[in-house]
């Protein structure tokens, strides 16, 4: 391969740098300002920070972008998603670069369909190399399926002793890949992600996927009726998989509970689901909160079109970059970049428990993007590390520089 042998070393963050002259939002507008990025930590924001020794700081003359905190995407494959129609539709894992370029500095990864091919630890493996890589990445025990598929055994003992492990996902309901649970056992497995959750000071949460069939949230409804979870435990993604159970997720959010949208990538058909953006831009409209909504890209998830027997008649694979894409398109539209932001900073890191992460604030990870005059990406620092620099990849994941 070119360039050496793999090391999965970033180059070490400078200890001080000043970031001069971005538009900031944290998410909440702080108008042209200065910051002060100190260990891998925010440490000060500040209309105009004054010059520093030289030598002591690096400076970054960031005048014409916006700031925005790193984005947070909570469904990604990260050792490929698929295998629904045979070992050849294994999708492959996913690079640091495809998030790094996305703007996404926050991850958690998911198994999905296969639990069978694929393994819990394999998943913890790959995030652990993902935060080497530099940047910070979780992940849930579990699969679609029931009974869980766990490394050490047990969901609480994932939680309790797994560092990465935050809660359990994606498992399936409403969907004919799926276990088919029972209210019972739903109930179980969200008792032992939040017990141990409150046990570890994690999230504690079921990501659940939500298939198209028609019981929709029923499950989930049912839960909420006959135990005593809190509404915050079940957090059900592909919400606008159909139009159906878009409709019903303002039912779900009034009870408690945040739903994800997936951004699913834009070439496909739409059918009956809609486009995050589409979605995003209807819950806005229909004014319904937007604290109680995050946005997914499914990356390296297989998204299968099935017919009426179960079979597959078309095929597409996610991307993190639609993330990034469904930010652009929306400020496209002219929505304020204040109010969409949250949806892929501060709402995730609330629901995920990640206090460090999604706002801009002193204290807070040195997670940052600077986003251009329409919206794209432009550079991306995580954890005080530059991975993108002006449009440029500045790391790389150890093996992807032998596939440019
Ligand atoms: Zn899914």
């Not at 979870?229 to 993604?237: E, G, I, K, N, W």
């Not at 831009?281 to 909504?293: I, K």
Request: hydrophobic letters at 40%.
């Amino acid at each position: 391969m070119a360039g050496g042998p793999p090391s999965g070393h970033v180059p070490s963050a400078s200890l001080i740098q000043v970031l001069r002259g971005a538009e900031v939002y944290a998410p909440e507008p702080r108008g042209p300002a200065d910051i002060l990025l100190a260990g891998g930590k925010v440490a000060a924001i500040a209309p105009s920070l004054p010059a520093l020794p030289p030598g002591l700081a690096e400076e970054h003359d960031l005048r014409g972008l916006r700031l925005v905190p790193g984005l947070l995407d909570a469904h990604v494959h990260l050792v490929g998603g698929g295998g629904e129609a045979g070992p050849h539709t294994r999708v492959p894992p996913v690079t640091l670069t495809q998030l790094s370029r996305a703007g996404i500095t926050t991850v958690v990864g998911v198994l999905g369909t296969d639990g069978t091919t694929r393994s819990v630890a394999d998943l913890v493996a790959r995030t652990l190399g993902l935060r080497a890589e530099g940047l910070s990445a979780y992940c849930y025990t579990g699969s679609y399926e029931l009974p869980v598929p766990t490394l050490t055994g047990s969901v609480r003992k994932d939680l309790v002793y797994v560092d990465p492990i935050l809660g359990v996902g994606e498992l399936a309901i409403s969907d004919h890949r799926s276990s088919q649970p029972t209210l019972d056992e739903l109930l179980r497995v969200a008792a032992d992600a939040h017990v141990g959750g409150m046990m570890s000071g994690k999230a504690g949460i079921v990501h659940l996927h939500m298939g198209d069939g028609p019981r929709g949230f029923d499950l989930i409804q049912r839960a909420l009726d006959t135990s005593e979870l809190p509404p915050r435990v079940f957090h059900p993604t592909h919400v606008n998989r159909n139009r159906k159970l878009f409709a019903a997720a303002p039912e779900l959010v009034r009870r408690g509970c945040t739903v994800d949208v997936t951004a699913f990538p834009p070439e496909e058909d739409p059918g009956d689901s809609l486009y995050a953006a589409d979605a995003i831009d209807r819950w806005l409209a229909d004014g319904l909160p937007v604290h109680r909504l995050t946005c997914s890209s499914d990356g390296a998830g297989c998204m299968p079109v099935f017919d009426a027997h179960g079979h597959i008649c078309a095929m597409d694979v996610g991307r993190p970059a639609t993330l990034s894409d469904t930010l652009t398109e929306l400020l496209a539209r002219g929505l304020p970049l204040a109010t969409i932001l949250p949806i892929f900073t501060t709402n995730v890191a609330d629901l995920l428990r990640l206090s460090h992460k999604g706002r801009l604030a002193p204290g807070a990870d040195a997670d940052l993007v600077a986003l251009d005059a329409a919206g794209r990406v432009d550079s991306v620092i995580a954890r005080g590390r530059w991975l993108v620099r002006r449009g440029e990849t500045v790391v790389t994941g150890p093996f992807e520089r032998s596939h440019p």
